[in-house]
């Protein structure tokens, strides 16, 4: 027999410190960097990267390989977009095409959402048009246009059609995936504690689905920002100033600098929005335990 | 076939779990699996029980009959009040700090954010996990975790516990510990436990007795009530004398596969059988 038979309350007591002792040693207590060290870690990489670029841009242009009035170099191009950034114009123009975007975007969440739900929860429908949306994710956006002329005009509603087609599938096939990977042992978790029907969906499913759900969303953005470039190339229309047509216009009359600098605006914004995912992204995956702490 | 799940309304009756005749088959026709075969088995309310067995003894097949999560092919299975069940991974949701994931079958029972969160908390405090709701799963240690894990099945007011080899993954001293918790919330709470397990020796510690369960199909071959008492020690000779014995038992049993081998049966190697001696006088 065991000889350290005791009270229970004493038996409590010694457990209590025992467990509080193991968990001590076991637990993951992760030391986080400073915010600053975090910031500067991740920011000098991307710094190193811009230098690198304009820098060998401007390699390019001194080789003389093409005029400098059909290439200038960032020393030309930097003025001029500074120069742009004080203009009512570019600016009404970027509002433009940020709410085409924004407008676009939401749609295709929404459509997209639905979509990809019902297809991870119904059967038929996956059989039906599972494999149709992941060949939409591949069709090239501008593939589309003519189409969407034909029965839009030249107008808000083609943008916005190609916009919703390009990032629709992208939506709607990352969340099925999501909900294709949920691991079973947390659905028979779930089930157990008696989550059932759009419980289990709301509990369970869906923010189990959530990171791959977010890498669709990001994909999604991307293909939306494509898509609307590509319309607003295409599709002008009157009185709507964008940052698409004003780069028709800049290639129109051979204002190579101006051209130029609004292709970094359009990069720049592609960036920043897609860093915004990422953060949400990173953020799940911290929460979640899914990103190694010594990294 | 039929399933009953009564609540709770008869306290007088002592049979928590009934199982008659129950047998259970995967597959179809000619190429089915016997996973269980006519399976009587009666857990009393209160009781702690363990199913042993090696590879292939349905032991798992048997808790999702009693959890209602399967079916029974042929036979009769009768639980008397809600089960909670546990596994060998935590299963805990990464995307819920620990209080929520102990407080989501309160919510999904219509529970009110305050009284969840304190009923979570006081789980919390009875599986020494206080002071550890707001962290996150990934954060918490394999053990602490089934803590947790254990923290949110007692959180579903359930009357019988089933688990199936929850302290499979964890270390000696680790498991050490869990033992003396289960037990200590087990005689607090009255819970009806079925626990399955491949080590002997965590039966013997742990159980009011231990059924031993053949391989392929599975049926009960033997069972040894556990009359040592408690609190117990899984190092106290009494607990590594019975398993000692169990273990020959279950050997005899492997060994009999082992013949059978032209069958194409598994032979039970995979288990963790207490260190016992290894000669026996049991076979048959």
Same mark, same amino acid.
């Given at each position: 027999?065991?000889?350290? =038979? ?63 009035? %059909? ?92 916009? %919703? ?99 970094? =605006? ?30 | ?72 092919? =042929? ?44 009923? @979570? ?117 009494? %607990? ?11 050997? @005899? ?32």
């Amino acid at each position: 027999m065991a000889t350290d =038979v005791q009270t229970d309350g004493v038996t409590d007591q010694k457990l209590a410190e025992e467990f509080a002792g193991l968990d001590a040693l076991e637990a993951h207590l992760g030391s986080h960097p400073s915010r600053a060290r975090r910031i500067w870690s991740t920011a000098w990489p991307k710094v190193a990267a811009i230098v690198l670029a304009l820098g060998v841009w401007q390699a390019v242009v001194w080789s003389g390989w093409k005029d400098d009035y %059909v290439l200038p170099g960032p020393d030309k191009v930097l003025p001029v977009l500074w120069e742009l950034l004080g203009t009512a114009d570019f600016w009404r123009a970027v509002s433009i095409t940020m709410r085409r975007a924004v407008t676009g975007y939401v749609l295709a969440l929404l459509i997209g959402s639905v979509i990809g739900l019902a297809v991870a929860r119904i059967r038929l429908l996956r059989s039906a048009v599972g494999s149709l949306i992941t060949g939409l994710q591949t069709m090239p956006s501008i593939a589309w246009f003519p189409l969407a002329i034909l029965l839009f005009g030249l107008t808000e509603r083609a943008i916005m059609f190609v916009v %919703v087609l390009g990032a629709a599938p992208s939506i709607a096939n990352g969340l099925i995936a999501g909900v294709d990977h949920v691991p079973p042992l947390m659905v028979r978790a779930g089930r157990m504690i008696g989550a059932k029907g759009v419980g289990l969906y709301r509990h369970v499913i869906l923010p189990a689905a959530l990171p791959t759900y977010v890498a669709g969303l990001k994909q999604g953005w991307a293909f939306a920002w494509r898509s609307l470039m590509a319309g607003e190339l295409l599709v002008i229309v009157a009185n709507r100033p964008s940052i698409g047509d004003q780069l028709q216009l800049a290639r129109e009359f051979s204002r190579s600098q101006t051209m130029l600098a609004l292709m970094i =605006v359009i990069l720049v914004i592609g960036i920043v929005v897609d860093t915004v995912f990422g953060r949400a992204d990173v953020t799940i995956r911290r929460r979640w335990g899914l990103i190694d702490h010594s990294d | 076939m039929t399933i009953t799940a009564t609540p709770v309304t008869a306290p007088q009756t002592t049979t928590a779990i009934s199982l008659r005749g129950v047998s259970k088959a995967f597959g179809r026709h000619g190429d089915a699996v016997v996973a269980l075969d006519n399976i009587t088995l009666d857990v009393s309310r209160g009781e702690f029980v363990c199913l042993v067995g090696a590879s292939g003894c349905g032991k798992s097949t048997s808790l999702n009959l009693i959890a209602g999560l399967d079916r029974p092919t =042929v036979g009769d299975v009768t639980v008397q009040g809600r089960t909670a069940l546990m596994f060998q991974e935590a299963a805990l949701f990464p995307w819920l700090t620990v209080r929520d994931n102990v407080a989501l079958p309160l919510r999904l029972a219509g529970m009110g954010r305050a009284d969840r969160h304190r009923r @979570a908390d006081d789980l919390l405090e009875q599986v020494h996990l206080g002071g550890q709701g707001g962290r996150r799963p990934h954060e918490l240690s394999g053990g602490m975790r089934q803590r947790a894990a254990l923290a949110r099945a007692l959180a579903q007011e359930a009357e019988i516990l089933l688990m199936d080899e929850p302290f499979g993954a964890l270390d000696a001293m680790t498991r050490d510990l869990l033992h003396d918790e289960l037990e200590q919330v087990w005689s607090s709470t009255g819970l009806t436990i079925v626990f399955v397990t491949h080590n002997v020796r965590e039966a013997a510690r742990l159980s009011d007795r231990i059924v031993l369960l053949t391989s392929l199909p599975g049926k009960v071959a033997d069972e040894f009530p556990v009359a040592i008492a408690r609190p117990r020690r899984i190092d106290s000779p009494e %607990v590594m004398g019975l398993a000692a014995a169990v273990t020959d038992r279950l050997r @005899a049993e492997v060994r009999r596969h082992g013949d059978d081998m032209a069958m194409g049966h598994r032979h039970g190697d995979d288990m963790a059988m207490g260190h016992s001696h290894s000669d026996d006088a049991h076979g048959d």
